[in-house]
């Protein structure tokens, strides 16, 4: 099947940090975006597509027209724990007090399937209103949770990617698994998942101080056993948690050594937070080519620190965005871009909202090593885009009026931008959420519109 969106078009194609920035992105005003069985098929000036195109469809083809809207990817979340949706914003903690005091009595209802569906369910919707087609997500140690979250994002044809927590010491009794069930329910729940659709596995400790050596271990077996499959845990994010990992750990020379000496670092391995890190951390980061998820709304909501993202770049480190629900505050991507750029002002930096939207879209995708399939509109990639309303809110609209270029309209939707911009969201092209804005090709060869 054939379907024509019509629009302001912007996606990048590589990071504005470290190419020219003309040529790291393309902006066409007044674009077509060409989908076929779910795949992007061309991408272009109207004016130029239109003469060829039109005479080529069926008399019934239909066009989708944006005006005053913007068409780009879907927004890729890095890090995000959906048994947590419930509990967002719990006031008053830190990270490790905010675990015990809400995170885990949360945590405990997911051994019931029932209750792991139901806020599966509210999860992929708040995601997919808030414009986000592809997450990196946490389960909980019950292996109900991720079959309950992969149901339901099965069904919705997603591109997910969900694990079982491993956690076997410093923690609940009733939240505990061990070293070996850990493992036999993970390597069941891999074989059951993963490139099932556009499903995929991430094998989950959750963080160093609830995973003893011996888990740590199997974990890394498991990434031998199946190198396809990620990893994906916490690293860094608290000085007080820091502290504690030396004390756990004290033959390692650092946290991320923790890691590192049961196999856990490579390609596919998200470490959400790096809000401290050292220079030799960061340099095995980068030699072992595994990626951070900066998570800037929970890094300020408990006070974590200001995540350092010109020494992730100066490192060649991949980045992606997490909003880290639920000591984020919010599944908006674009909340989350007005965090990461007040996070930056605090440490003296610029994040310029080029850089943003690279990290929502094409950096998340390049973080998760998906960026084959997913991340811009590239011919052959899955058509998961979203389309972004210019004038959402009266503010907006009025806002908007002023801008004189294409950076300053950018920076004024991550400022102000939040789930009411996200005017439709696409999966495979497939509208789920969108106003009706169809029209129909005529025998003229025009566009009713």
């Known amino acids: 099947m054939l379907k024509i969106f019509r629009g302001e078009i912007l996606h990048f194609l590589g990071d504005p940090a470290k190419l020219p920035l003309a040529q790291s992105y393309q902006h066409i005003e007044d674009g077509l975006l060409v989908v076929k069985d779910g795949l992007i098929e061309q991408v272009g000036e109207a004016a130029l597509l239109l003469p060829t195109l039109l005479p080529t469809l069926p008399k019934d083809a239909q066009v989708t027209h944006y005006p005053n809207a913007l068409l780009t990817p879907g927004f890729v979340d890095t890090h995000i724990h959906y048994p947590q949706s ?4 719990s006031y008053g903690e830190q990270l490790l007090q905010w675990l015990e005091n809400y995170t885990y009595p949360a945590e405990r ?3 019931d399937p029932e209750k792991a569906a139901d806020i599966a369910e509210f999860f992929l919707d708040q995601l997919l209103e808030a414009g986000t087609t592809t997450a990196l997500v946490f389960g909980t140690v019950h292996k109900t949770s991720v079959d309950a979250f992969f149901n339901s994002a099965q069904k919705r044809k997603l591109r997910m990617i969900c694990g079982k927590v491993l956690m076997d010491q410093n ?13 036999v329910d993970s390597k069941a729940l891999i ?6 659709d556009r499903l995929q596995y991430a094998v989950t400790p959750r963080f160093a101080p609830t995973c003893s050596r011996p888990q740590l271990d199997k974990a890394g077996e498991l990434l031998k056993l199946y190198p396809d499959v990620y990893m994906h845990t916490h690293l860094s994010e608290s000085k007080q948690e820091i502290e504690w990992v030396q004390e756990l750990f004290p033959e390692s020379k650092n946290y991320l050594d923790v890691y590192d000496q049961s196999g856990l670092l490579g390609r596919r391995s998200i470490f959400a937070h790096g809000v401290h890190l050292s ?5 095995r980061l980068s030699e072992t080519d595994s990626n951070i998820a900066f998570c800037p709304t929970s890094n ?7 995540f350092n993202l010109k020494q992730a770049e100066a490192h060649d480190i991949n980045v992606g965005l997490g909003t880290d629900v639920g000591a984020g505050t919010s599944f908006s991507i674009l909340r989350t871009l007005n965090e990461a750029y007040k996070t930056q002002q605090l440490r003296g930096e610029k994040l310029t909202p080029f850089k943003s939207f690279y990290l929502a879209t094409l950096g998340g995708a390049v973080a998760l090593d998906l960026d084959d399939k997913i991340g811009n509109f590239e011919p052959g990639k899955e058509a998961d885009f979203i389309v972004l309303d210019y004038k959402a809110t009266p503010l907006m609209a009025r806002r908007m009026a002023q801008c004189k270029s294409l ?7 991550s400022m102000l931008g939040d789930e009411r911009n996200v005017l439709a969201t696409h999966i495979m092209g497939e509208a789920i959420n969108n106003t009706n804005n169809t029209f129909n090709y005529n025998t003229n060869n025009t566009i009713n519109d």
Do not use: R
């Open 407 to 413: 950076a300053e309209k950018l920076f004024v939707l």
């Open 86 to 89: 419930e509990m967002i914003a």
């Open 171 to 183: 923690c609940p009794d009733d939240l505990s698994d061990t070293a070996e069930t850990g493992f």
């Open 279 to 283: 220079e030799h951390e960061c340099q």
């Open 191 to 196: 074989e059951q998942w993963h490139g099932k």
């Open 109 to 111: 209802q997911f051994s």
């Open 300 to 306: 300020l909501f408990l006070g974590s620190g200001l």
